[in-house]
Structures are given as C-alpha cells and as structure tokens.
C-alpha cells in the first residue's frame, strides 16, 4: 500500500472503539481488491493480544473500510495497541 492508504488506514482505525485495559500486538493479514478488504486472517502464532472482542472489532473495522483507489495487494498489518 501507498503512503496516503496507510494514512487513510490509520485514521480509519483510530475511530474503532475499543474497551479499555487492553495492550499488545495484533497482526492480521488479508487482501486489497477493487477498494475491498478481505479474507481477514489473524496471525495467531505473531500476535500477543488475542482477545476475541478485540479481534472482532478491528477486523469489522477493516472490512467497511474504503480503500483509496487503485490498491490491490496482499496486506500484513500489525497494530501495536495500548487502551
């Protein structure tokens, strides 16, 4: 992904509500097709936080996220989180 997708990712991420007392590494990977994400994978082996709740969220986050035109690639994302 370009520089304004990760921008435009971050931002969108930064809107997620999250509970609180939360802290860890969350690492998914998935594809960008045709301003989609899919097939959300989490990578369980990479990631320390591994709360279910937690885990849903971000990864519903993901899935209505818009994606900038003209990305399509193949994403591993690790979110580092503290709440």
Do not use: C, Y
Not at 41 to 67: C, G, Y
Not at 70 to 77: A, E, F, G, M
Request: glycine share 4%; hydrophobic share 45%; proline share 4%.
């Amino acid at each position: 992904m370009n520089e304004a997708a990760i921008a435009d990712l971050t931002q969108h991420l930064e809107k997620t509500n999250l509970l609180p007392g939360f802290g860890g590494e969350i690492v998914f990977e998935f594809t960008v097709n045709k301003s989609r994400v899919a097939g959300i994978m989490l990578d369980e082996e990479t990631s320390t936080l591994k709360d279910a709740v937690v885990v849903e969220k971000i990864k519903r986050s993901l899935l209505i996220w818009r994606v900038p035109p003209s990305t399509n690639s193949k994403v591993i994302l690790t979110l580092h989180l503290r709440v």
